[in-house]
């Protein structure tokens, strides 16, 4: 009987039956269900073309059999719909961009209910430590710490600032505000003047920037943003107002942003490597079919970048 169960062990691993649970009765019939936050905004369209160049390399290694793009349309409830149709397709892994961190949780439940793995990447549900295989990202806390030391360095005799949030409930705005409050909520030189639910969207942004504009005039030293769709455009709203004193400063570093460091019409961001976070995330998959542990955290540094480096992240 040990000579037959050490025969079955050996053919199994000849074959490149590693992997147990999910769907994948094989390495070569692995599937991979790619469920993004978005496909539109700037800094997850670097981030989905960074992870369709390292899934196609596993691909084409042979490493997986398929995988698939699943649009979560920054919508939690699509996200979870949209899970359902990867298990009906027979996914094996989920790789999770969460639009939220209590509506996407659900995601990362239903996966270790079924015995797949999950990867979330970028931002975190509420059971990601808990329940999830490996989460990918980077510290918002440091994200938030390092604008407001930006504010305090550009304006040393402080003022009042306003802070343009993502979508409420979102890690990163959470975590993005802490930091920001860690610098500039424990320095009595710096008041807010309110929390703006601008969704990430930079239109939104800027309508509220004109009403704390208009509301506090000269006072506003700093507008303070969750992203730099948002900054960038509420940069180039108090430029063209003659309002250059006001600092705007944002997260992710995209192309658009960079230019404007370049250029000298914005002064900073908080360059995010997306690409970075993704193609770590799908590194971790070889190991995951093997049955081997990987890092349940692996965080990827923010750059501070200014016009003294921005030069070494333009492409």
């Not at 073309?49 to 920054?74: C, F, H, M, P, R």
């Not at 800027?206 to 704390?212: M, P, Q, T």
């Not at 400063?249 to 000298?264: C, F, H, S, T």
Request: contains cysteine; aromatic residues 6%.
């Amino acid at each position: 009987m040990k000579r037959i169960v050490s025969v079955v062990l050996l053919l199994s691993l000849v074959t490149g039956f590693a992997f147990t649970n999910g769907n994948a009765e094989s390495a070569d019939d692995f599937k991979v269900a790619y469920i993004a936050k978005n496909t539109v905004d700037a800094f997850h369209a670097t981030l989905n073309g960074a992870a369709k160049d390292a899934l196609n390399d596993l691909k084409s290694e042979g490493v997986i059999d398929s995988w698939q793009l699943y649009d979560g349309l920054t919508d939690p409830i699509t996200q979870v719909n949209l899970l359902e149709d990867a298990l009906a397709s027979g996914a094996d892994l989920v790789i999770l961009l969460p639009a939220e961190s209590e509506g996407s949780a659900p995601i990362v439940s239903r996966s270790a209910q079924e015995g797949i793995p999950v990867i979330v990447v970028n931002s975190t549900t509420n059971n990601t430590e808990e329940l999830a295989t490996a989460f990918v990202g980077s510290n918002d806390v440091d994200a938030g710490e390092m604008m407001g030391n930006f504010v305090k360095a550009q304006v040393p005799g402080g003022g009042k600032y306003a802070h343009m949030m993502g979508v409420v409930g979102n890690s990163a705005q959470i975590a993005r505000g802490k930091g920001i409050l860690n610098i500039l909520g424990n320095d009595p030189s710096w008041e807010s003047v309110g929390d703006y639910a601008a969704d990430w969207s930079a239109d939104k942004a800027v309508s509220f920037a004109s009403d704390v504009i208009t509301e506090y005039g000269d006072e506003i030293k700093a507008i303070i943003c969750d992203n730099d769709d948002m900054s960038s455009a509420v940069q180039n709203y108090v430029n063209s107002i003659g309002r250059k004193d006001i600092v705007a400063i944002g997260v992710d570093g995209n192309a658009g942003p960079l230019g404007m460091v370049k250029a000298g019409t914005l002064r900073s961001t908080v360059l995010q490597d997306g690409a970075a976070q993704v193609s770590t995330a799908i590194s971790l998959i070889p190991d995951i079919i093997a049955g081997k542990e990987v890092p349940k955290t692996t965080m990827v540094p923010f750059t501070l970048v200014t016009s003294e480096n921005v030069d070494n992240y333009l492409k």
